[in-house]
Antibody, heavy 117, light 110 residues
Framework: EVQLVESGGGSVQPGGSLRLSCAASGFTFSYYPMNWVRQAPGRGLEWISYISTSSTNIFYADSVRGRFTVSRDNAKNSFYLQMNSLRAEDTAVYYC??????????WGQGTPVTVSS | QSALTQPRSVSGSPGQSVTVSCTGTSSDVGGYNYVSWYQQHPGKAPKVILY???KRPSGVPDRFSGSKSGDTASLTISGLQAEDEADYYC??????????FGGGTKLTVL
């Protein structure tokens, strides 16, 4: 069974940093690109980042480019989102999602991030 | 990219059918057959109910169906049930390793 488990969320002040993790199991992690998607309170879903299987291709939404960095460790079946220079508008639940032929099929349960002074 | 356009809400009575539209552009919905739909109950993670426009993952009832015409995709739920009350989001691959979501539609089962 495919499982994705996010961790690392919490509360941080504006300008601060957080590192989210996503632990994968139930499939050959190194075979699949991965994505981060977020959902602000009471709002819709927003795709924010993609990383290819070997980390060769990495892409970001305009809203986070230059502040967030995605990475993965295939040996540990994990991938990460380093979030710097956090803003109030980054407050959201962050989900990791597995790419399967250009569809985001499997999702984790999400980890909440609150940016507030 | 701009978010895909969905109606904010739809409603129907048990047993009826409802359709949720999702309008994009030729750069996303119209350009790829990689449209997916998600069901989200309050406080829960999104769950995929359709992908590749029309395909249902294992375990999703055939009451859920999808279609696409031009830049607009649609989700139809037939034989509405109380447990179908949820938020529904469409999503399309938008090229260059990016995805775009719709703003979400709240389905109320009357």
């Amino acid at each position: 069974e495919v499982q994705l488990v996010e961790s690392g969320g919490g509360s941080v002040q504006p300008g601060g940093s957080l590192r989210l993790s996503c632990a994968a199991s139930g499939f050959t992690f190194s075979y699949y690109p991965m994505n981060w998607v977020r959902q602000a309170p009471g709002r819709g879903l927003e795709w924010i980042s993609y990383i290819s299987t070997s980390s060769t291709n990495i892409f970001y939404a305009d809203s986070v480019r230059g502040r967030f960095t995605v990475s993965r460790d295939n040996a540990k079946n994990s991938f990460y989102l380093q979030m710097n220079s956090l803003r109030a508008e980054d407050t959201a639940v962050y989900y990791c999602a597995r790419d399967q032929d250009w569809n985001l099929i499997y999702w984790g349960q999400g980890t909440p991030v609150t940016v507030s002074s | 990219q701009s978010a895909l356009t969905q109606p904010r809400s739809v409603s129907g009575s048990p047993g009826q059918s409802v359709t949720v539209s999702c309008t994009g552009t030729s750069s996303d919905v119209g350009g790829y057959n990689y449209v997916s739909w998600y069901q989200q109950h309050p406080g829960k993670a999104p769950k995929v109910i359709l992908y590749d426009v029309t395909k249902r993952p294992s375990g999703v009832p055939d009451r859920f169906s999808g279609s696409k015409s031009g830049d607009t995709a649609s989700l139809t739920i037939s034989g509405l049930q109380a447990e179908d009350e949820a938020d529904y989001y469409c999503c399309s691959y938008a090229g260059s390793y990016s995805w775009v979501f719709g703003g979400g539609t709240k389905l109320t089962v009357l």
